[in-house]
């Protein structure tokens, strides 16, 4: 299971541009089963991701793909972690 951090490195004038686009892409690994939860940090400096794809390569191709990283508008930060307990409702983050 990966924490997808997103940090913009633009203002949000330019972020904003792609926005549409970059929600079109989440709903997609959505569909897919590949991500779990997102949304923006507090203040917007970025968002967080939470994946469930099984490999660091894996993750790193579908990352390619989001309009934020084609148009150099964020840097990800990729961590790692194996849940090792959660909530009732998230029982099934437990492998």
Known sequence: MFIINL???VELKK???FLNDH??????QYSLGNFL???RKVPRT?????S???SKSELENIISKDPFH???LANYELIEFI???????LQFLIK
């Open 52 to 54: 469930n794809v099984p």
């Open 83 to 89: 849940p090792s307990k959660t909530s009732e409702a």
């Open 46 to 50: 970025g968002g967080i991701i939470l």
């Open 70 to 72: 084609k148009n150099e």
């Open 37 to 39: 939860a997102s949304g």
């Open 15 to 17: 972020v904003d541009q």
């Open 7 to 9: 940090t913009y490195m």
């Open 23 to 28: 929600v079109e892409f989440l709903n997609e």
